[in-house]
Every structure is written in C-alpha cells, then in structure tokens.
C-alpha cells in the first residue's frame, strides 16, 4: 500500500516537471537567481506572466510579458529582434542590477541601467512592469530599470509614450513584424511633445 502511494506521489511529480510550467516562488527575481525555458513570475493577483514564449506558429523564443488568463496576449518582449532557436535561453539578473538574457555563453539581450544597484530585485508589477529596484535603498518607487520604459506594442496604464526630452529615450508603440514574429515592424506610434 505505501509502495503503491509512493509510485502515485512520484508519477504526479515527474508529470509535473515534464508537462507543466514551473512557476518560481511569486513575483520576484533576486541577484543570481535564474529563469529557464518553462519557469515563469507571476505578478501578485495573478494578471501577468513573465517567461519565455513562442508567439503563433513559430518554434522560436522569446522572453516577455503576457496577460496570465490569456497568454497569447503579450505585453513586453525583452529580445524581440534577437531570437533564440531553442529551448536553452536563460534569464538572470547579475550583482549590479544588469539583466542578462543569454544561451550559453552567447549573450541575446541585456539592459541598460540608470545606476548601479548593491542588492538588486526583479518585481514583476500587477500593472505588467517589470522593474529593478535597490533593496538597500528602501523605497520600491525608485526604478533603476524598467520595462515601461522600453514599450513594445502593447501601451499599458500608467505607462508614459511621450518622450523625456531630459532623459534622452525615445518612448514609442512599435508593431510586430507579423504574428509569428515580435521584431520591429512596420508601424509605430509616438506622442511628440509640444
């Protein structure tokens, strides 16, 4: 009887980990920490999910953002023109706060940092942002790195389209390149100051 409910126990685990997503502990990603192709953050009340995807028929992936009920509604990708052929990219934030997509040694995508952070988090926002914040710092209002600054094609509450003339980027909707492919398309949308 106990041999058989191990062997049950042991099933339902192994289905788990070659079937179903993995989800790591909530809507955090600390220095050093990973995410693998089919590990995902999920933002608290379960609105977004971080992670890597496949858009339409392709077999290519990408890492980005989508609404958790509707997944094939995507929000955010960090390496939209920079695809990875397979399964082995991985996701993680270095000591500084730098954001590293990589498979193998090859680097696909990184982001660009306002500053230098001593203990850096990744928090996946119920708003869809994705954001680096210092936790020495104190606050979780002060972003050194966040995904509303880098819009994709999808424009989300809160997030601002019109450029910062102070700080230099360009903020603005840009299509896909078809619905199989996330790169830079044809069309854009911008809000010019005047």
Excluded: H
């Excluded at 995410?35 to 608290?44: K, N």
Aim: glycine content about 8%; charged content about 20%; overall charge negative.
């Amino acid at each position: 009887m106990l041999q058989s409910q191990f062997t049950a126990i042991l099933a339902a685990l192994i289905y788990s980990l070659i079937f179903l997503k993995f989800t790591i502990a909530s809507d955090t990603l600390s220095a050093n920490q990973t995410i693998r192709d089919g590990q995902t953050l999920v933002s608290e009340g379960q609105i977004f999910e971080l992670g890597f995807f496949s858009p339409g028929r392709s077999k290519d992936r990408f890492l980005g953002i989508w609404y958790k009920p509707t997944p094939e509604i995507i929000v955010w990708v960090a390496n939209r023109n920079q695809l990875i052929i397979d399964s082995q990219g991985i996701f993680t934030i270095s000591r500084n706060g730098t954001l590293v997509l990589s498979r193998g040694e090859r680097i696909i995508w990184s982001s660009n940092l306002s500053s230098v952070a001593s203990s850096p988090v990744m928090r996946l926002l119920q708003t869809g942002n994705f954001v680096c914040v210092d936790k020495t710092n104190g606050t979780s209002d002060n972003y050194i790195w966040q995904s509303f600054d880098y819009p994709c094609d999808t424009r989300l509450p809160g997030m601002q389209i019109v450029d910062n003339l102070g700080d230099g980027q360009d903020k603005y909707l840009t299509s896909w390149r078809s619905s199989d492919d996330p790169s830079l398309g044809d069309f854009t949308y911008r809000i010019e100051p005047s």
